[in-house]
């Protein structure tokens, strides 16, 4: 019975890279091929790019390399596929089948890709191992894979097309390393740094190692999956030619060459003005990193959704560029493209190169401000100066943002390796321009359009016959001023003067109840009492106006300042207090901590207010209280900052027993009294005169004590250090919106905080200590070392357990000073007529929206503490300030900040750890590889054996 060919050469393709992987296992090809690959990528991504010292939770050095090193591995893997068929003579045998050539040539494709999935295999334990001691995000590691194996098949395509074309292996490798190695150079900075912006952008198109970053970002492009593809269908369809032409005669042409050639040209063509296609068209793509970093998140839409204007986003990007910037600059186009779309027509983006346009360049140099950068451009000849431009503009209505260089970028440095340059997070930085115009713009206009529902001033004022003169002059003029307000506020604003004293006293007791509304008097010992309280109400809270100086003049400011807590998309104001410095003594590290890498941070989001709080009041415009590092606090400073919390304000205080001293090679933690405990005390909190120490810490340049006989030595070295508690996972609140999306943070010199609930008010944990963490109340915190080891911290004063490092006090509070005598801080003014106090009163309750949200550290936000990280980790570390802008926004109701501050990419970072337990873990991996590579030679083995044992079983029968 006769056998259809179709049928019979169906399996071909399955059979020939069975047989091809026969040989490679039978030949020691694929072992040295698989324990090459183990071994190297090993070493590069523990030695080479040290992985631990990099300290950052991915296993992007696992890929980095991939684009080189598999150029020489995929060619060792080609080189004999057809160059040795040929050689031996067995390639007229595969010609004269009646099977197609491309089942051939598919098969044994098919072999060098399974084989080259079975060396990926051995490199899985890297990324599990990373997942079991960090928060990893698998989205770029599932990437990155992806993006090894498209490569990995994309030179193997190309090393069978050219051991198609030599019967000598070691011309098929040289041939091979040759084509790929130009493939992936073409888009290299190496190659793109002599051309300008939009040539080199072109040719990292064309390169295999740009495409694959892209991938390996987590972010799954069609433009770079169809590249891939084209070329491994490309150069497969180029090996069925050259093996199909074997079969022809040289002195014949006929149609049937004809159309072969037509036919691989038309593919290849096809192939080529699809990928120009595709790269002219906006398509599909798919962010798998976790909260689509690379993708227009939710909050930018709705900010976006809020333009009613015209936007403008202008990029200023020079054509020549650094090297280590122009891969970056594709990037923010893209992402810029991305705002285009979401705006739906209300986005204009543009992209200028200031060299080819003067006057745009002359625009952004003298209306802008935005100015080139000076970056220094080497190669093996010479060093040149290139002033380059790398500025994004964001104008809206006349108001406008820049950012330049330093905001975009983020500059890593590690050791054993160069420079490590990416954008910090773009999406975050370019919505929050957006946002700061949208609200600058719209605070040049009407306040009342802002408000989400209408506001009620209600105004408890006393009738005109028991007010003194002074305050009812105040009524009448700021009753004016009311009277002109109202109408302009289109409904959305209203007036209600009420009299406590009326129907009985009924409204007086409840004022009194509710917020701590108790009478006043006009001087001490007078017996007429009176009301003065100005409120602001809406269905949601209630704000006091103060009242301080009752100067009509001054009200309107005051009235706009309350009417902004009810107002979205606003700009905030924040009052900070901190210690006062001495600038002589900073220099040298002595003193005060300063904070302005801290003030930076709040300048960028919110209007900063620097106050002292010595007249005993809150800077008037102040929507939330911020006390870092308070030292010796007065009664007019407590009272300030006890009247704002009673007026249902937030107070955020960043205060401990200690604060640390770092001058000269030494370290010292000295005692620093904030003058706040008795009034934390009245609330149930105390912070306990010891410091947390913890065994998951993170490294800290430290001063280190050495002893050598009666000679005493200090030097810097980089440790471990137990005073700094790295926090992260279980030690972060994850249900509450401050600690949410935060990775992790680091306290230093931490002390414990004993909290407990009040009777209205509760208390929520923020951050606490792992449980291997120890009291300790020395303060002899510099670690002693000799011959570079080490030696012991302080032990537990008490048992190892869990302390709080940060906490919310929220509900109502009952003044601290209900039952103490009003601070005399404005005793000048006793000699020309009434004090201030005498007027004001004192608030005795809160209102249910009052916070207080307390971290037990004076230095964890300090400049040199922050700035230390760079000698530790090789960047700028700001979780403290990441943790104190969320806390802000969610303070200050602004959701949508919080839900893009939320969104931004931080480095995810790996947790402290012994160099005994890296070792242990560098070995492991090592271990893994290495038994795998034992389980596949098992396995094949075994196989192998029941092959045989078949074969000799048919025998016998």
């Known amino acids: 019975m006769a056998t259809d060919p179709g049928t019979r050469t169906a399996p071909v393709a399955r059979r020939v890279c069975r047989k091809e992987i026969n040989l490679f296992f039978a030949s020691p090809v694929a072992w040295l091929f698989l324990a090459s690959f183990a071994v190297l990528t090993l070493f590069i991504y523990f030695w080479v790019e040290s992985w631990f010292a990099r300290n950052i939770a991915d296993v992007r050095p696992l890929f980095e390399w991939m684009p080189i090193l598999l150029i020489f591995l995929s060619g060792a893997l080609t080189m004999r596929m057809w160059s040795e068929e040929r050689r031996s003579g067995t390639l007229e045998h595969v010609m004269t089948q009646p099977a197609g050539v491309w089942r051939f040539v598919f098969g044994k494709f098919s072999a060098c890709l399974i084989l080259l999935l079975l060396a990926l295999l051995a490199t899985t334990p890297l990324p599990v191992t990373a997942a079991l001691i960090a928060d990893l995000d698998w989205g770029p590691v599932a990437a990155g894979y992806l993006a090894t194996c498209l490569l990995g098949a994309t030179y193997i395509s190309a090393g069978l097309f050219v051991s198609a074309r030599t019967d000598n292996p070691i011309v098929s490798l040289i041939g091979s390393v040759a084509l790929c190695g130009a493939l992936y150079l073409v888009g290299s900075s190496t190659i793109t740094g002599f051309f300008d912006d939009r040539v080199s952008e072109a040719m990292r198109t064309l390169g295999s190692g740009a495409r694959f970053e892209s991938i390996t970002r987590g972010v799954i492009d069609i433009r770079d999956l169809f590249y891939y593809l084209s070329l491994i269908i490309g150069f497969l369809v180029l090996n069925v030619y050259v093996l199909e032409k074997e079969r022809w005669a040289h002195a014949v042409k006929t149609p049937r060459h004809r159309r072969w050639r037509t036919a691989t040209g038309l593919i290849i063509a096809n ?48 054509a020549r560029n650094h090297p280590l910037l122009a891969p970056l600059v594709p990037q923010l186009r893209d992402l810029l493209s991305e705002y285009a779309i979401a705006g739906g027509g209300k986005v204009r983006v543009e992209f200028v190169d200031p060299a080819k346009e003067p006057e745009l360049e002359r625009e952004a140099n003298e209306r802008f401000g935005i100015r080139a950068t000076p970056f220094q451009v080497a190669d093996r000849h010479q060093a040149t100066l290139v002033n380059s431009y790398f500025n994004i503009l964001v104008s809206y209505g006349g108001e406008y943002a820049t950012l330049g260089f330093t905001d975009l970028v983020e500059v890593r440095t590690a050791a054993n390796s160069q420079a490590e340059v990416a954008l910090r997070n773009p999406e975050y930085d370019i919505t929050r321009s957006i946002r700061d115009v949208l609200q600058s713009y719209r605070a040049g206009g009407d306040l009342f359009a802002a408000l989400e529902q209408p506001v009620e001033l209600i105004a408890y004022v006393s009738g005109d016959d028991l007010l003194p003169d002074r305050l009812l002059a105040y009524k009448d003029a700021i009753a004016e001023q009311l009277e002109e307000i109202v109408p302009g506020s289109e409904g959305r604003f209203s007036v209600r003067f009420i009299e406590p004293e009326a129907q009985g006293g009924t409204v007086a007791r409840r004022i009194e109840e509710q917020w701590g509304f108790t009478p006043m ?51 905030r104001t924040v009052a900070l207090v901190t210690p006062p410095v001495n600038e002589q003594m900073a220099r040298q590290h002595l003193g005060a901590p300063t904070f302005i890498n801290l003030e930076r941070a709040i300048g960028r989001d919110y209007t900063l207010r620097l106050d002292d709080l010595e007249d005993g009041s809150v800077t008037p415009e102040a929507d939330i209280l911020a006390v870092v590092a308070p030292h010796q606090l007065g009664e007019a400073a407590l009272f300030a900052i006890d009247q ?67 000679h005493e030595f200090y030097d810097v070295q980089v440790i471990d250090y137990p005073y700094f508690i790295d926090i992260r996972g279980s030690g972060l609140a994850r249900e509450h919106p401050v600690t949410a ?11 414990p905080i004993l909290a407990k ?67 005399r801080f ?50 700028q570390y700001l979780g403290p300030v990441e943790l104190f802008m969320n806390t802000l926004d969610w303070a200050l109701r602004d959701d949508q900040l919080l839900q893009i501050r939320s969104a931004a990419h931080f480095n995810r970072t790996l947790p402290p750890m012994t160099a005994h337990s890296q070792a242990l873990l560098e070995y492991f991996n090592y271990g893994l590889a290495i038994l795998w590579l034992g389980l596949l030679a098992a396995v094949y083995w075994l196989l192998k054996s029941l092959r045989r044992r078949r074969y000799a079983r048919g025998l016998n029968l």
């Open 741 to 751: 999306g935060l990775p992790q943070v680091t306290m230093a010199w931490a002390s």
């Open 757 to 823: 609930p009040g009777h209205d008010h509760s208390v929520a944990p923020l951050l606490w200590s792992s449980r291997r963490s120890w009291r300790s109340d020395s303060l002899d915190v510099m670690p002693a070392g000799d011959t570079g080891d080490i030696q012991a911290f302080p032990d537990a004063d008490g048992p190892r357990q869990s302390e709080r490092l940060g906490v919310v006090l929220q509900g109502r509070f009952e003044s601290y000073f209900v039952d103490r005598p009003l601070p």
């Open 826 to 875: 404005n005793e000048d003014a006793l000699e020309t007529g009434p004090a201030r106090h005498d007027y004001s009163g004192r608030l005795q309750h809160s209102p249910e929206s009052a916070r207080i949200v307390l971290f037990a550290s004076n230095d964890f936000l300090d400049d040199q503490v922050l700035n230390a990280s760079v000698t530790a980790s090789g960047t």
């Open 271 to 318: 192939l080529v003005l699809a990928n120009i296609w595709l790269a002219r068209i906006p398509v599909p793509r798919l962010d798998l990193t976790e909260g689509n970093l690379y993708s227009i998140s939710a909050p930018t839409h709705e900010v976006l959704e809020q333009l009613q204007e015209p936007l403008l986003i202008r990029g200023y990007f020079s």
């Open 521 to 571: 008097v006009a001087t001490p010992g007078n017996e007429r009492e009176f009301f003065f309280y100005l409120t602001l109400a809406d269905t949601q809270q209630v704000v006091q106006i103060p009242t301080e100086d009752f100067d009509p003049g001054a009200f309107r400011a005051m009235l706009d300042a309350g009417l902004k807590r009810f107002a979205t998309n606003l700009t």
């Open 644 to 710: 704002f919390l009673m007026r249902g304000g937030t107070v955020m205080l960043a205060t401990s027993p200690f604060t640390a001293e770092i001058s000269g090679g030494k370290m010292r933690m000295n005692e620093w009294e904030s003058g706040l405990q008795p009034w934390l005390d009245h609330y149930g909190v105390k912070i306990d005169r010891s410091l947390v120490l913890d065994e998951s810490n993170a490294a800290f340049p430290a001063p280190v004590r050495r002893t050598r006989g009666e």
